[in-house]
C-alpha cells in the first residue's frame, strides 16, 4: 500500500512538470514602430519571459490577410522590414515562441496589431513662387501620402524645422531686405498615424532638393536716387546712372518734365553688381525734368517692383550770350522752367579757377568786376550760367559746361 502511494505522487510530479515546461510563452506587448525611411520600418515591442524565446512577425495590408516576414531565429526585440512602398500604411503583429526540451515550440497568443507607416518620398519641383522685402513664399509639388511637410534648413550639419504647413506653400517671414549667406531650404513630407509620424531622415544637404541664397529672392528694396553723370545738350539727351540694388534684375526709369508730364519710360535690363545707365532722351532747353528709377525682379511667373527712388532734377544746358563793353560783361540767358533761380561763373582759366560771382532770379546779369576787381580791357574772361532748382533741402542744377568767351579788347 505505501509503494503504491508513492507511486501515485511520483506520477503526479512528473504530470505537473511536464505541464510546466509545455506552457505557452506569454502574448507579446508594447509593439510600437520605431523608425522609418521611405522604404523601410522598424518595430519594437517587450520582451517576453523564458528560457529559449523567438519571435514571429507578420505584416499586412488590410489589418485581415497577414504575411509571415521575419527569421526562424528572431530573437531580438526589435526588427527591421525593408523593400516596402513609400507613403504606404501596414499593419504588423508578434507573437513569442519557446523551444521545448523535445525540439519542438510551443507558441503564445498573436499580440494586438499595430499600424506602421513609411515615409514619403522626396518633395519634388520645390520653387520659389512669391516674395516681399523681408518674406519669401515656397511651393511644391504634392507628394502622395503626406499628410503634413516640415520646412527645414541645414545649419552646421544640423536640420532645423523652422515651420510646418498641411499646404503645398509656405511662407517664411523675417528677412529684412537681405538673406543671409548660407541660407539653404528644403521641405520634408511627413506620413502621420495615430502612433508615429514618418520622415525621412536628411544627413547632408546633397541629400535632398534645396533653394539656396543664390536662388532666392526678395523684392527688391527702394532705389536710391539717381544721378545725371553727362549732359549732350545738342542732341537732347542725359546720362542717367542708377545704383545696384541687391536681387534686382532690371531697372525701371521714368522722366517727367516741369509740368510733371511722363515723357519716357524705359527699362535697364540689368542686375548685378555695380551702376547701370540709361539715356534719358527727347530732351529740350530751358526747362527742368525729373527722373526717378526703380529695380524689379521676376518671381514666379510675375514681375515684382521696388519702391519708386527719389526725384533728380536736372536740366540741360543754359543757352546764354555775352556782350563785352570796355567796362563791363552784359550776359543773357534764355528763362528756364521750373528754375527757383541762376548761378553765374566766371574764370580767367576756361578749364579751371571758376568762381561763383552772382545768384539772381533774372535771366540777365551786368558784371563790372571779378574777383573785387575791375575788368580789365585786354583780358579774356570765361562765363557759364546754371539754372538752380531747389526741392526741400536739395538744390538740383542744369549742365554747366556751355562755357561763353568773353574776349579782351
Not at 511536464?18 to 522609418?36: E, L
Not at 518734365?257 to 524705359?266: T, V
Amino acid at each position: 500500500m505505501k509503494k503504491l502511494y508513492l507511486l501515485l505522487i511520483s506520477m503526479c510530479f512528473t504530470l505537473l512538470c511536464s505541464t510546466a515546461i509545455m506552457a505557452s510563452p506569454g502574448k507579446v506587448t508594447g509593439v510600437k514602430q520605431s523608425g522609418a525611411d521611405t522604404e523601410s520600418i522598424q518595430i519594437t515591442w517587450n520582451t517576453v519571459l523564458g528560457k529559449d524565446v523567438y519571435y514571429d512577425i507578420q505584416m499586412s495590408n488590410d489589418n485581415i490577410n497577414w504575411n509571415t516576414v521575419s527569421g526562424n531565429y528572431q530573437s531580438e526585440t526589435d526588427y527591421k522590414e525593408y523593400n516596402l512602398n513609400s507613403g504606404t500604411i501596414y499593419y504588423v503583429r508578434v507573437r513569442a515562441r519557446e523551444l521545448t526540451s523535445t525540439w519542438d515550440y510551443t507558441y503564445g497568443a498573436w499580440s494586438d496589431s499595430v499600424q506602421v507607416t513609411t515615409a514619403c518620398e522626396d518633395v519634388k519641383d520645390l520653387t520659389q513662387k512669391n516674395a516681399t522685402t523681408s518674406s519669401i513664399t515656397i511651393a511644391w509639388s504634392r507628394v502622395a501620402g503626406a499628410t503634413s511637410y516640415k520646412i527645414c534648413r541645414f545649419v552646421n550639419l544640423k536640420e532645423q524645422v523652422i515651420g510646418s504647413t498641411k499646404n503645398t506653400y509656405y511662407t517664411i517671414n523675417g528677412f529684412n531686405n537681405r538673406i543671409a549667406f548660407p541660407y539653404d531650404i528644403y521641405v520634408k513630407p511627413v506620413k502621420a498615424i495615430s502612433t508615429y509620424s514618418a520622415e525621412k531622415t536628411v544627413k547632408y544637404s546633397w541629400d535632398v532638393d534645396m533653394l539656396d541664397a543664390y536662388r532666392l529672392k526678395l523684392v527688391p528694396g527702394k532705389s536710391t536716387a539717381p544721378k545725371i553723370t553727362h549732359w549732350w545738350t545738342f542732341i537732347g539727351e542725359a546720362d542717367v546712372e542708377v545704383n545696384n540694388v541687391q536681387y534686382a534684375d532690371g531697372y525701371q526709369m521714368e522722366v517727367y518734365n516741369a509740368k510733371g508730364k511722363k515723357i519716357q519710360s524705359s527699362i535697364m535690363n540689368s542686375g548685378g553688381i555695380g551702376t547701370h545707365y540709361k539715356y534719358a532722351n527727347g530732351l529740350k532747353r530751358n526747362t527742368f525734368y525729373k527722373v526717378r528709377a526703380r529695380a524689379y525682379n521676376t518671381i514666379g511667373a510675375s514681375t515684382k517692383y521696388g519702391a519708386w527712388s527719389d526725384y533728380t532734377w536736372f536740366s540741360l544746358g543754359v543757352k546764354n550770350s555775352v556782350k563785352r563793353t570796355s567796362k563791363k560783361i552784359k550776359i543773357r540767358w534764355d528763362k528756364v522752367r521750373g528754375a527757383t533761380n541762376y548761378a553765374v561763373y566766371m574764370s580767367t582759366q576756361q578749364k579751371a579757377g571758376y568762381r561763383k560771382v552772382a545768384t539772381t532770379k533774372k535771366c540777365f546779369l551786368n558784371l563790372k568786376k571779378f574777383k573785387k576787381k575791375k575788368l580789365k580791357k585786354k583780358k579774356t574772361y570765361y562765363v557759364y550760367v546754371v539754372a538752380r532748382k531747389k526741392v526741400g533741402k536739395s538744390v538740383y542744377h542744369s549742365d554747366g559746361h556751355e562755357i561763353i568767351i568773353s574776349y579782351g579788347r
